[in-house]
Structure formats: structure tokens, C-alpha cells
DNA sequence: CAGCATCCTTTTTGATACTG
DNA sequence: CAGTATCAAAAAGGATGCTG
């Protein structure tokens, strides 16, 4: 799908049309829910069903628990997921996808395909562009590959 | 089917294959370069065609200048976009996506899509929750909706 | 188990000023 | 026009200790 002006995407949906180059401030606004370091993870964690917190920090490794609840909670106020606590004595919390958080499945697990399909031709693209930039600022220094711009 | 394991797409790559906790490293890494704050909105403006850095910049309302170049930078740096400088009196560059930034494309605009399609759910989601818990925290201030959250 | 609060460190981001 | 450098503000993130 080369060039042409896909921004079209326009949906007839909202009644709030403010303009046209909005959209992109929509998409960004949104965005940061999901775009976040963690929230499409827990998306496509909970895509294969109902789950606890302890469960969710076993499945998403590296995540903090701080994080953990924090995203829960950003993804719950967006009515993407639900959080229901269960009045037992050790308490138990169960977190599942709305409706219309299921809607974020496809296109958070396509992302991630694309992320896990393209990893190795980023990692070679990003090893060639820092070598080469390297070697503009240290041609003298051929061997050392410890970078860490982020 | 309570919290499988499924949604492998593993690719020829890693040894250590535990379980799929792997890939969400992986998600994540490659994620966190897509995901930020802007680069997704970067992919999908170029995907309408070659854009010079000002061009970018008006299509992409609230970025900076830093932030636009930045951007592009680690994008480049990805191997998602080029960036061809044409030796000319007032300098002109020209960004554009590589076949591999093509790739991103379609997963891109249906993140976007889907921004747009559930922004209205989103956003009243949010106020819902937020109007509940400001109503625990602060029964007796039915006026004041000065929340802001993150 | 779930989860909030606090402290502290690392990143990110935006303004501004300054080259080619 | 394109881009870098610097600085300060803000946000994100992590560790830990304390409730229910």
C-alpha cells in the first residue's frame, strides 16, 4: 500500500469533529493509553482470559508491581478492562477485557507480531547505524560496542 | 480457557525459548522504540508519501522540532525511514519508509484506527470513572473537575 | 494476595539559543 | 530550512515498607 493519503480513516462516528489534522492529536491522545511501556502487554496478556495480578506479573516479566497496578488502573478507568474483586479471605482480584477492550486484541497482537517478526532486522539496522556513527566519532576506536542512546 | 500460553508467532529466532514470557520481552523492547510517544504518528504520516522535516512538522500538530528529529533519528536508526539529503542552497531532506518501515504500516493505522474509532468510549469511560472517585474522595465538591491524572 | 504511599533515580520532553 | 546543544521541568519507573 504505497502513498496515497490514507488518513482518511476517518470514522463517521464521532460528533465532536473538531478538524482534520486532529486526528492525529486523537491518535496521540489515545495513544499514550495504550503506548505506553506496559498497557498493549497486559492487553494481549489478558487476550487469553481472566487473570490475577499475581498471575499478570508472572506472565509480563520485568514489570513492577507498581506498574502493574498502575496500568490496570489507566486501562480499567478507559473501560478496557474490568476489575472485579471477589470477597474471600485471601482476597482475589480477577482483571478480564471489556468488550471493548477485545477490540484492541487484534490490532495490539498484530503489532506485537510486528514486533517479534522484525526484531532482528531492527537490531542489525540499529548495530549498522551505530557502527557507523561510531566510527565518525571514534575511528579510533574499533571494538568497543558498549552504546547506549535510548 | 483460563491464561494459556498460546499466540506464538515465534520466529526463527532466540534459543532460549522458556515459555512466551520471551516474547513479551522481545514486544516490549522493540515496542518501546515504536511506542513512544510519537513514532507511530511519524510512520503513519509517512506513509502518505516523502515528507522534508517542516512538512512533517505541520502534519504532526504539538510535536517539537527536538522531538520531531529525534524521532526520526532512532527511526533511521531502525531502519524504518531514510533520510536523503539533497545538496542543494536551502537544504532540503527528504524522510521516507524503508520497505521494512512499510511494513509497519498497516499495523500502525489500525492502532490509529482504532484510536479514533474508540475515542468517544474512551473518553467517556474515563470521565465515568473518574466522576465515581471523585465523588469518594470529595462528596462535598460537586463542581470542581479539575482531575488530572497522568 | 492485593495494592497504596513514599522516596529516589532515570528518562523524556520542551524552550531557547546557536550553526551550516 | 535543517539540525544540534544545553538546561530545566516533568514524567516514568523501581524499591521498599505498610495496610486490609
Chains 1, 2 share one sequence.
Do not use: F
Not at 52 to 80: A, F, N, V, Y
Amino acid at each position: 500500500m504505497p502513498a496515497a493519503q490514507p488518513r482518511e480513516s476517518r470514522s463517521e462516528y464521532e460528533g465532536a469533529c473538531r478538524e482534520h489534522g486532529d486526528s492525529g492529536a486523537v491518535i496521540r491522545e489515545v495513544l499514550e493509553r495504550v503506548g505506553d511501556k506496559w498497557s498493549l502487554l497486559v492487553i494481549d496478556t489478558l487476550a487469553a482470559g481472566v487473570l490475577r495480578l499475581s498471575e499478570l506479573q508472572k506472565h509480563i516479566p520485568g514489570i513492577s508491581q507498581r506498574m502493574l497496578t498502575r496500568t490496570l488502573r489507566l486501562l480499567e478507568r478507559d473501560g478496557l478492562i474490568t476489575r472485579t474483586v471477589h470477597p474471600e479471605v485471601p482476597p482475589r482480584v480477577e482483571y478480564a477485557l471489556t468488550s471493548v477492550g477485545r477490540t484492541l486484541i487484534v490490532p495490539a497482537q498484530e503489532l506485537a507480531g510486528w514486533a517479534v517478526e522484525h526484531q532482528a532486522a531492527i537490531l542489525s539496522a540499529r548495530e549498522a547505524y551505530d557502527a557507523a556513527h561510531e566510527e565518525i566519532n571514534k575511528p579510533e576506536n574499533p571494538g568497543l560496542d558498549s552504546r547506549h542512546m535510548k
